[in-house]
């Protein structure tokens, strides 16, 4: 999914039993990455979109 210009990537992960995502900036390069699973993979999303508000406002400051 895209969120202010932002690729969210939330996926499943066997090795934590959880849900993990990963941020990619507008060229395609990674800025951000859990550093936990979540139990839902609505959880692992809503954090997403919390670290793109901090990136996206940093940005415009």
């Given amino acids: ?29 990674v800025a951000a990455e859990s550093e936990a699973a979540y139990f839902y993979d609505d959880n692992a999303l809503k954090e997403a979109k919390k670290i793109i508000d901090g990136l996206a406002g940093g940005a415009e400051q």
Avoid: A
């Fill in 1 to 29: 999914m895209t969120y202010k210009g932002y690729r969210i990537n939330v996926y499943w992960t066997d090795k934590d039993w959880g849900y993990r995502f990963t941020v990619y900036d507008p060229e395609g390069k």
